[in-house]
């Protein structure tokens, strides 16, 4: 544990950790560009430079590439050290376009904030530019290669981070080329973290081009949606429309990155069929009137059909809160059946990965990231959790040996041997194995318990809540929404943000369903309720390791001010709120209708023993539930 002084303030840091990460440590930032916690040093941008007054090494050094030595005395404001820095960042700017004004990146730009820390503000040198020929790299990544400040962080995160072989650096000496051979789109499901790596505007968010500045946006902690990892997400939009997502840092979970789906896949949020208003019968109605005409025909129904053939549905896409505020309208109806999962298919990995895991055996991908054997059963990581293969392929890197078992494991990511079963594995010569189970795995035998002791596990499931509504189901018991439809007693349902999985028959009667997308059940329902998406909302989703993490609201609820409407207009009418503007979050909703039959507030929905989840910071790494 080297100790040094950095700009008068004692330092003591573990054994290989550099100047500019020690300095980091205690709140002090040096310049840098191609430095980046998740790739590490590369040399290649020299605006780190530090003077080094005391110690085994003296004089001006690279901050990034110099181990924190025991005795350094560290000077980050030095003349000559600050001298060189402003240098440098004149002669990046060199041939840089100077196209601030037009250029995207503007305002979360790391080249643009050094230049202007540094001081430079006059281009001295009147000869003519170096200039590049962009390349189409697809609809969703803008190349613009006369930003480019050649750190290398693009090449380095494609090809060694990512796996990517079609995009890297070309050229030599002064034309140096970060791009493809040809035009063409990326290839790498990874491939929009360049957006978020680079620390110009070489590579920006095609999507969102030209449509607001990094101030903006409405910005907050979020979750992806989209698998049951729970990478954590920056989503950001304007005027009530989401216009891109960007990687948000946890180091237990997704490191500093996020796939393509995560990142671009988000449409339905800004989607014109998205439900906006209360209907009953299909026809558009005001709150008050929907929610008491849900109050008078579910009457009728009980009445009719008695308590026991009403099912609630939830969803492994709802929100903790909400799944949780289904379970109470459930007792509070006296309701025979709760469903939180469409088909066994779906809740048996669940149920499997909540029975299985402790706070001893759930790996999560930084576990992943870190083991040295890792056995993937019966799963197609990269189309079912790409940020897992990703994990898979960090450990790869680090000499770890990858077995597939039930499953083919063709990926650029990493390379793997087939073995024929978890017990014909070397699992006692392996310090840190994982396990890795897919949703397609079969269920395991005896054996596996044997190789599973002293194992990591992580399951793979199909929903970002799915593990939380797995125990909420255990609690609730609840049975999935197929097999309760086929023991042939339900009647009627009152849906929650739920998918069908299967075909519902034409005499159930689907009372009412509540969702941000027009979902089957949404288009059957007497009365369909819109609600909030995730990101118009705060809540709590539970990952596929057990991990409760909260995201929250990043813009308000209502229509785009880029023209939904049919005419491509926004509705040409005053109003003092926006249209759409008045829904809720599935939990609220399911709270209304419980205060209307119970005639008392309801307001906490993390309640018995979830309470302890109420206190979770967006922010922070989240909390096991385990
Ligand atoms: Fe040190 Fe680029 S950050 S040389």
């Known amino acids: 544990m080297p100790k040094l002084i950095i700009d008068n303030i004692a330092v003591e840091v573990p054994d290989g950790t550099s100047v500019l990460e020690a300095a980091l440590s205690v709140g002090i930032?040096?310049?840098?560009?191609?430095?980046?916690?998740?790739?590490?040093?590369?040399?290649?941008c020299r605006v780190c430079a530090v003077k080094i007054l005391e110690g085994p090494v003296k004089g001006i050094q690279m901050s990034c590439m110099l181990p924190a030595q025991d005795g350094m005395v560290v000077s980050t404001g030095d003349g000559e050290a600050v001298a060189l820095r402003k240098s440098v960042i004149e002669w990046l700017m060199i041939n840089h376009p100077h196209d601030c004004p037009v250029c995207d990146e503007g305002g979360e730009?790391?080249?643009?904030?050094?230049?202007?820390?540094?001081?430079?503000?006059?281009?001295?040198?009147?000869?003519?530019?170096?200039?590049?020929?962009?390349?189409?790299?697809?609809?969703?990544?803008?190349?613009?290669?006369?930003?480019?400040?050649?750190?290398?962080?693009?090449?380095?995160?494609?090809?060694?981070?990512?796996?990517?072989?079609?995009?890297?650096?070309?050229g030599r000496a002064d034309m140096v080329y970060f791009g493809r051979q040809c035009d063409g789109p990326l290839e790498s499901p990874f491939s929009g973290n360049l957006v978020d790596i680079c620390p110009t505007g070489v590579f920006?968010?095609?999507t969102a081009r030209f449509r607001a500045r990094y101030w903006d946006y409405d910005m907050a902690p979020s979750l992806c949606p989209h698998c049951s990892l729970g990478c954590n997400t920056i989503p950001a939009a304007r005027y009530r429309e989401l216009l891109k997502v960007m990687a948000r840092r946890n180091d237990a979970v997704n490191g500093w990155f996020i796939c393509d789906r995560g990142r671009f896949g988000n449409a339905a949020v800004n989607a014109p069929r998205r439900p906006r208003q209360p209907l009953v019968d299909r026809q558009p109605v005001g709150?008050?009137?929907?929610?008491?005409?849900?109050?008078?025909?579910?009457?009728?129904?009980?009445?009719?059909?008695?308590?026991?053939?009403?099912?609630?549905?939830?969803?492994?896409?709802?929100?903790?809160?909400?799944?949780?505020?289904?379970?109470?309208?459930?007792?509070?109806?006296?309701?025979?059946?709760?469903?939180?999962?469409?088909?066994?298919?779906?809740?048996?990995?669940?149920?499997?990965?909540?029975?299985?895991?402790t706070p001893d055996t759930a790996a999560s991908q930084a576990d992943v990231r870190s083991a040295d054997l890792i056995a993937i059963v019966g799963c197609d990581l990269l189309e079912q959790a790409p940020m897992m293969a990703l994990a898979v392929r960090q450990a790869w890197?680090?000499?770890?040996?990858?077995?597939?078992?039930?499953c083919d494991?063709?990926?650029?990511?990493?390379?793997?041997?087939?073995?024929?079963?978890?017990?014909?594995?070397?699992?006692?010569?392996?310090?840190?194995?994982?396990?890795?189970?897919?949703?397609?795995?079969k269920q395991p035998d005896s054996s596996d318990d044997a190789v599973r002791s002293g194992t990591k596990l992580a399951f793979i499931l199909n929903g970002p809540n799915d593990f939380g509504c797995a125990l909420l189901a255990r609690e609730q018991g609840a049975v999935p929404l197929a097999d309760a439809l086929a023991g042939g007693k339900i009647k009627g349902l009152l849906s929650f943000e739920a998918d069908l999985t299967t075909e519902l028959p034409d005499a159930v009667r689907v009372l009412a369903a509540c969702d941000w997308q027009p979902t089957q059940l949404m288009q059957r329902a007497e009365v369909a309720l819109p609600a909030t998406a995730w990101i118009e909302m705060e809540g709590t989703f539970v990952n596929n390791e057990g991990r409760a993490q909260r995201f929250r609201q990043v813009m308000p609820p209502g229509l785009p001010i880029r023209g939904l409407?049919?005419?491509?207009?926004?509705?040409?009418?005053?109003r003092k709120t926006a249209p759409g503007s008045d829904i809720l979050p599935g939990w609220r909703l399911i709270a209304d209708i419980i205060e209307r039959l119970e005639g008392e507030r309801v307001d906490v929905p993390l309640s018995g023993r979830w309470q302890k989840l109420q206190g979770i910071n967006a922010e922070d790494a989240g909390e096991s539930v385990l």
């Open 29 to 44: 930032t040096i310049p840098h560009f191609c430095w980046h916690p998740a790739l590490g040093k590369a040399g290649a």
């Open 109 to 170: 730009c790391q080249l643009q904030d050094f230049t202007i820390a540094g001081g430079h503000g006059i281009r001295r040198y009147d000869g003519k530019k170096r200039t590049h020929v962009n390349q189409y790299l697809g609809e969703l990544i803008e190349h613009e290669m006369n930003r480019c400040i050649q750190c290398y962080r693009c090449a380095r995160f494609y090809q060694e981070y990512a796996g990517g072989t079609d995009f890297g650096v070309l």
């Open 204 to 206: 920006t968010d095609r």
């Open 287 to 357: 709150w008050d009137q929907a929610l008491d005409t849900l109050l008078g025909r579910l009457s009728e129904f009980l009445e009719l059909h008695g308590p026991g053939s009403l099912a609630i549905v939830g969803s492994p896409r709802m929100s903790l809160e909400g799944n949780i505020m289904a379970a109470r309208l459930r007792d509070l109806l006296g309701a025979g059946t709760i469903c939180y999962f469409g088909s066994s298919k779906q809740s048996e990995p669940a149920l499997e990965a909540a029975n299985s895991l």
């Open 397 to 406: 890197r680090n000499g770890a040996r990858i077995y597939a078992v039930d």
């Open 409 to 441: 494991q063709t990926t650029s990511l990493y390379a793997g041997e087939v073995a024929p079963a978890l017990s014909a594995l070397p699992f006692s010569e392996a310090k840190q194995p994982v396990i890795i189970y897919g949703t397609d795995h």
């Open 565 to 574: 409407g049919p005419d491509g207009h926004p509705p040409r009418e005053f």
